[in-house]
């Protein structure tokens, strides 16, 4: 039998990448909060894939193997998220190798820069607290406010980790071609992640969907996270006007920050789910 309400979250983190659970805690977690279908989206990495597998099993809960990969398109950041993604696919896999090697030589500019301003070993002690997973923004962020160099998270990015700021180093990511041919010729689903969280005007998100669908990208997070319920309307106009598939998720990262896992307002009527065709266990 179809259950008539299947509750997805296809955005979400792990110690794989800047989320604090393991693999194995994200699944549990999100099956103790009646997920149906979860999608692990790591940074750049699919490395916690094998185990949240492991755990899914025991959890009767579906996990559609993804992604978040970082991508730039005419200068500006994008994070695609690719679902149902061959992992083992070899073009998928040496732009992870690529992305990570990124991600560790921009830690280390990045840790340069704080020196300079006088925060020293910043990269040590983020790549610390990155342990085996990708180092993010995120980890240099955690260990700034455990010095107390700053109070919160929003205020660490704010005065650190933004373009400007000491502790930003800019990188040329993937392209945004790249990225979509990556997922979409590991079998996967393309979908442009937060899209209302790059701070576009209506035209350059306009110019950035229909390129991202003349590459191949078939997706649109509407529902994520941190959206207000007028930000998930105005998501889905855009949706709609460029044809993509809806997807929804927390963008999940680690316990009573934000979104809890599973926790998500309903699709606005009239959209296709990205996940119309996945069934739950
Ligand atoms: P990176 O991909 O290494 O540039 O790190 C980006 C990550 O930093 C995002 O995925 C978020 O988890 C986090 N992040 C970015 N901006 C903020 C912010 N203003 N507050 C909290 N976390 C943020
Ligand atoms: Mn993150
Ligand atoms: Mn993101
Ligand atoms: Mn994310």
């Known amino acids: 039998m179809i259950p008539t309400h299947i509750v997805a979250d296809l955005h979400s983190h792990s110690t794989a990448s800047d989320g604090t659970l393991l693999p194995t805690e994200v699944v ?8 149906d279908i979860l999608a692990l989206t790591d940074h750049d990495t699919t490395a916690g894939l094998d185990e949240a597998y492991c755990s899914a099993n025991d959890n009767r809960i579906r996990l559609i193997p993804g992604i978040e990969l970082s991508a730039t398109w005419q200068g500006r950041l994008l ?8 992992p083992e696919h070899p073009p998928l896999k040496e732009g992870i190798r690529m992305l990570t090697m990124m991600r560790e ?15 020293t070993n910043t990269y040590e002690n983020a790549r610390r607290l990155a342990g ?3 180092i993010t923004r995120t980890h240099f962020a955690r260990y700034l406010i455990e010095i107390g160099a700053a ?5 660490v990015f704010k005065r650190f980790l933004v373009r400007g700021k000491p ?3 800019h990188v040329n ?16 689903i ?6 209302l969280r790059y701070k576009l005007t209506a035209n350059w998100l306009n110019r950035i969907l229909t390129a991202f669908r003349e590459t191949g990208g078939e997706g649109m997070e509407v529902v994520c996270g941190r959206n207000t319920p007028d930000d998930n309307v105005r998501s889905a106009l855009f949706a709609r006007k460029h044809g993509l598939l809806a997807s929804q998720g927390s963008d999940f990262h680690e316990p009573g920050k934000w979104v809890e896992l599973g926790k998500l307002a309903q699709l606005p009527d009239g959209m296709i789910p990205v996940w119309q065709h996945w069934m739950p266990r």
């Open 167 to 169: 502790g930003y180093y």
């Open 151 to 155: 109070k919160d998270f929003t205020d």
């Open 173 to 188: 990511w993937s392209s945004m071609e790249d990225a979509v041919a990556w997922i979409t010729s590991a079998g996967g």
């Open 28 to 35: 549990t977690r999100a099956a103790g909060n009646d997920v």
């Open 132 to 134: 085996d997973g990708n």
């Open 105 to 119: 030589s921009r830690a280390v500019e990045m840790g340069k820069r704080l020196a300079r301003a006088g925060y």
């Open 79 to 86: 994070h695609i998220i690719g679902l149902d993604i061959d």
């Open 190 to 195: 393309a979908v442009i992640a937060h899209p």
